[in-house]
């Protein structure tokens, strides 16, 4: 953060500058979450209506669209699912990415190297080829149109990206406090654990938003890897059971999208004073 | 896991007993190294190597979805470049890519440094500007979907109203430079808090020591971002580029569900267009070419990529 | 009645001690304890009470024959990727919904249903003849035709009177009238974009003016020739006198959004819109009617989609499955099956298609006549895998569209040629 002694006029401006800026984007970025949140709450006739106003509510906030997405849809269910996939298959890459990341941003052996640019490699096949092989996996793991199809599989597309951005946290840890904890009689394991661990917390804060939020808006392998209604997860169930031909039960799906982020907001939510603090932290040590 | 320093002495004075005997094997650098990555590579020996094979194989055989075929090398390959539908993909990819790739960077690092500044009401601006990122994409494009609707588009309806427009409004979905814009435009949307907040933490551990000296010496806030700030940022802008790099090159929702590659193919990515041939159509030998047809370009910018990181 | 069940009970049973003695990895709990399961993988239909009463006669099936009866239904542009995953790990469900060229596409790996089919056949005096081309593979029955959904125009007749029109009944006359609607502020809508619709309409304008895709032989193309540069022509007038350029990003929401908007006139296009129109109540409903598709100097042609049934080779209930087509075909269960699809779901057997439900709705009575000027696709061919592959590409939408974006017809003709010959030419070796 960039403080010094300076004047409060130019602090001032700077707070100006700083909000005038942040205009466009937070426009930019919010507008079509707004857009979807008021069409959520339209009634049919206005939002087919070429007369009405697209930019609010003219005719009454309505509540059927929520109301059909309960009733008529396992809604809870899927978000449930959504939840124990992501909070399970996120954990999982974490403590894989979090060893992986260690050994190869500090540990010198052979083939480093090498290791870390095949983990790479793996992101260059589009899930859209790679989920028809992987679903013969998932078969001959005895775990198809279950969740655990979804929990083993999601870290393959986390963990290379997660080591990667763990990997640069560690690295910015300085040598020496680390071999001075080994000459000090600590294990490898413990000056993992108790050095390099408490310094990476941004990274790790990081995999865990990146994580979250990609297991939950998957979409491929959540189709096809599972059948049953009630083990769908939230996006495929939405999109399956509103998009009926060329039907859109529009509200009704703005519905689920608002109500689909809530769970990945609130963790962001959560996470962001952790984030903050532990920025902070990080500034102060210096 | 973790002895007490009494066990240590005990273990370097007295008797090895077979516990401290593996205790010691485990702390030799090599083999704890190895045995940290070995979860990391059963899944990708498990889960990647035989689906990312068979991917490999399905793009160099006459794969059919109803049936395996056989070896054909190269041919699927030389077939799509023949086919004009293809070679109108592959540089619909580039066009994209490169577009979105530097709007989401010079974006990304610029809304980066605004997030980094001390305001008020932080915590909230950040959530709000991470919320396209946050939003299911499936959902999220839909909704797009419906701001660019050749009939009901809110886009259209507001710039008109503000005189930027005559009635009815560009056609979006169906005109192929606006239907190019309106892919970029929501792929830039969704990719934006990813770049901002990856760079944002990157910032945030550029140590307070730098600015100050810096200022000291009298430089501008412009030399200070030149000279400091990007230098450092370099490491985690290359790996947050090439990531975005490989996702924007083999985006698929938001083309597949705004335009379905047209309007006559103007859109089409690699991805898209893969599924159309490979799925819908059913040849899946040839669908797989396209997934794959960029593998041996990225690989290279991978290495190359990786290569330069980690020598910083 | 008692002696089959009681037979099919012991064979059951039996099945089941086989498989529970047997080390199977896929097993996941032994036979014994479980219900043996029938799983079907169908769409959401378009009327969500459809798939109610599909499931609802699913629970009687199941009471019926003691078993478990699953029905998963997923939107329909998600199938193919669900299709294609289930054929390369030769396990999921046991029936799933198939359309267009499905059952040449996964030919091998079909079970063949020709004795049903047969049965069914001279029970209900016979299949449409489109609907049983679709079916028929070099190698037998590879699906059962389930039901068709009719494809007529669907027009709002306020709009019409207030042009002082009558209806059109040949596409020429839709380009008359539509020229004058459209100075009226309510131009009609053919899609001429990356969906199916636009490939169902232009199927039926060509055969309207006798211009083809593929000879009859299947492999040789038949785009270029002056039928088709007729229907290139006509598109392209169309395009330029009654209809708005927005149809080139239609997709196959759009046509419906459009007429119950109330600005479109006319477009092509089944009865979901006037479904949804009387389920939302709204009053635009009292104004779209529908009549048949319009004919053309060559006769009046129409392609109607098609939804048909197919079992799994790998599936291990293949006698249950066919049970359980018997059972929804059976008269009482199909014309509920109808009933509950609002006239939606139109038989493919001659005479389970005079339910009263078309014939007592004024604007539903012309819908069930189509069959009777309806093709499978890519006639005069038999339907094929390059057929297939020429609609889900989109290659004659886009070639109108190459057309009607400026590029002169010839040139539109000769990239259309090229691409349906580069369809036939990967075609699907199959065996026999």
């Given at each position: ?80 699912n959504s939840l124990i996939i992501s909070v399970a298959a996120?954990g999982i890459s ?40 992987l679903s013969?996996v998932v078969v001959w793991l005895g775990i198809a149109d279950t969740i655990w199809a979804l929990i083993v599989t999601y870290p393959t ?58 297991t939950?808006?998957e979409?491929?392998y959540a189709?096809t890897f599972i059948s049953q209604?009630t083990n769908k997860t ?53 | ?42 899944l990708?020996?498990c889960l ?265 | ?25 896929l097993?996941r ?404």
């Amino acid at each position: 953060m960039i403080t010094g002694v300076r004047s409060r006029g130019t602090r001032l401006r700077s707070t100006v500058f700083g909000y005038a800026n942040l205009v466009p984007f937070v426009f930019f970025a919010l507008f079509p979450f707004y857009f979807m949140l008021i069409t959520s709450f339209k009634s049919n006739a206005e939002l087919y209506s070429l007369k009405s106003v697209p930019l609010w509510i003219q005719s009454g906030v309505i509540t059927d669209h929520y109301r059909y997405l309960f009733a008529r849809t396992e809604f809870l269910t899927w978000i449930g699912n959504s939840l124990i996939i992501s909070v399970a298959a996120t954990g999982i890459s974490l403590v894989i990415s979090l060893l992986a990341g260690y050994s190869l941003a500090r540990l010198r052996f052979p083939g480093v190297g090498s290791f870390g640019t095949a983990v790479f490699i793996t992101y260059l096949v589009p899930p859209t080829l790679l989920f028809l092989p992987l679903s013969q996996v998932v078969v001959w793991l005895g775990i198809a149109d279950t969740i655990w199809a979804l929990i083993v599989t999601y870290p393959t597309f986390l963990v290379p990206f997660s080591t990667w951005l763990l990997m640069g946290y560690f690295r910015t840890i300085p040598r020496e406090i680390e071999e001075c904890a080994l000459v000090d009689g600590a294990s490898r394991m413990q000056t993992l654990l108790r050095i390099a661990l408490p310094m990476a917390i941004p990274g790790i804060v990081c995999v865990v938003l990146f994580g979250f939020t990609l297991t939950w808006n998957e979409f491929i392998y959540a189709l096809t890897f599972i059948s049953q209604s009630t083990n769908k997860t939230a996006i495929v169930g939405v999109t399956a059971d509103l998009i009926r031909g060329d039907i859109y039960y529009w509200g009704s799906l703005m519905a689920g999208a608002v109500l689909a982020s809530v769970p990945v907001v609130a963790c962001y939510v959560f996470f962001l004073d952790y984030y903050v603090s532990g920025l902070t932290a990080g500034a102060v040590k210096g | 896991m973790a002895i007490g320093s009494r066990a240590l002495q005990a273990a370097a004075v007295g008797v090895p007993s077979r516990f401290a005997r593996v205790r010691e094997w485990w702390e030799q650098e090599h083999v704890f190294g190895y045995g940290l990555i070995l979860p990391a590579f059963v899944l990708i020996a498990c889960l990647v190597a035989y689906p990312f094979g068979m991917a490999i194989y399905f793009s160099l055989s006459d794969y059919w979805v109803g049936s395996p075929g056989s070896f054909v090398g190269f041919g699927n390959f030389l077939e799509i470049v023949r086919n004009e539908v293809f070679r109108q993909a592959v540089w619909n990819s580039f066009v994209f890519t490169a577009i979105a790739l530097t709007c989401k960077a010079v974006l990304g690092v610029w809304l980066a440094l605004l997030l980094a500044r001390n305001l008020r009401g932080k915590r909230l601006l950040r959530g709000a500007v991470l919320l396209p990122w946050v939003i299911p994409t499936a959902l999220s494009t839909l909704g797009w979907g419906w701001m660019f609707d050749s009939l009901y588009s809110v886009v259209n309806w507001t710039g008109i109203r503000l005189g930027l427009m005559t009635a009815p409004g560009p056609n979006w979905l169906g005109m192929s430079t606006y239907a190019m814009a309106a892919v970029i435009t929501v792929n830039v949307w969704r990719g934006l808090p990813f770049f901002a907040i990856t760079v944002l933490a990157g910032l945030v551990s550029i140590p307070r020591e730098y600015y100050e000296a810096a200022e000291v010496d009298g430089a501008s806030s412009f030399a200070r971002f030149w000279h400091v700030t990007l230098p450092l940022l370099k490491p985690v802008l290359a790996v947050v580029i090439l990531f975005s790099t490989i996702f924007t090159f083999n985006d698929f929702n938001i083309v597949y569900v705004l335009t379905r590659g047209g309007p006559v193919n103007t859109t089409h990515l690699f991805a898209t267009l893969a599924y159309q041939v490979g799925l819908q159509g059913g040849n899946l030998g040839q669908g797989a070419a396209i997934s794959l047809f960029m593998l041996p370009m990225l690989g290279m910018v991978v290495f190359f990529q990786l290569r330069y990181i980690r020598r910083e | 009645m008692t002696a089959r069940v009681s037979r099919r009970r012991f064979l059951q049973a039996s099945a089941g001690a086989v498989a529970g003695l047997s080390v199977s990895v896929l097993d996941r709990a032994p036979a014994l304890a479980q219900k043996r399961e029938l799983s079907f993988l169908s769409w959401n239909h378009f009327v969500p009470a459809a798939d109610d009463e599909l499931r609802r006669q699913a629970e009687v099936f199941s009471k019926q024959a003691g078993v478990t009866v699953r029905v998963d239904t997923i939107a329909h542009l998600q199938l193919p990727a669900k299709r294609a995953a289930e054929a390369q790990s030769q396990s999921g469900h046991d029936m799933l919904l198939t359309a267009d060229a499905d059952p040449f596409l996964f030919e091998n790996q079909l079970a063949d249903m020709g004795d049903l089919v047969d049965d069914l056949g001279k029970k209900w005096g016979g299949w449409y003849p489109f609907a049983a081309e679709s079916c028929q593979t070099k190698s037998g029955w590879k699906a059962v035709p389930w039901f068709w959904i009719s494809f007529p125009a669907t027009y709002n007749m306020a709009h019409f009177k207030k042009a002082g029109l009558e209806y059109p009944k040949s596409w020429a006359e839709l380009l008359q009238h539509g020229k004058a609607l459209k100075k009226q502020g309510n131009p009609v809508g053919i899609a001429i974009s990356h969906c199916g619709d636009s490939v169902t309409t232009y199927w039926s304008i060509a055969w309207c003016h006798g211009a083809k895709v593929l000879e009859a032989d299947g492999k040789t193309p038949a785009i270029n020739s002056d039928k088709t540069a007729a229907v290139i022509e006509y598109y392209k007038e169309l395009y330029r006198d009654a209809m708005d350029p927005e149809v080139l990003a239609w997709d196959d929401a759009s046509n419906n959004r459009g007429i119950l908007s109330g600005k479109y006139s006319w477009i092509h296009n089944p009865i979901s819109p006037y479904n949804a129109a009387l389920k939302e109540k709204m009053p635009i409903a009292d104004d779209i009617n529908h009549h048949p598709s319009p004919a053309g100097p060559a006769g009046t042609h129409s392609a109607p989609p098609i939804n048909m049934i197919s079992v799994w080779k790998f599936s291990k209930n293949i006698p249950l499955a066919t049970e359980f087509l018997k059972f929804l075909f059976q008269k009482e269960n199909y014309d509920a099956w109808i009933v509950a699809g609002n006239a939606f779901n139109h038989p493919p057997l001659r005479h389970l298609a005079d339910h009263p439900i078309w014939a007592r709705n004024p604007k539903f009575a012309m819908l069930p006549k189509e069959a009777e000027f309806a093709h499978p696709r890519g006639w005069p061919a038999k339907p094929n895998d390059a057929v297939g592959r020429i609609e889900v590409n989109y290659v004659l939408p886009d070639m109108v569209a190459k057309a009607v974006n400026g590029m002169p017809t010839k040139r539109a003709m000769e990239w259309g040629q090229d691409q349906v010959a580069q369809a036939v030419k990967g075609q699907l070796k199959t065996s026999g």
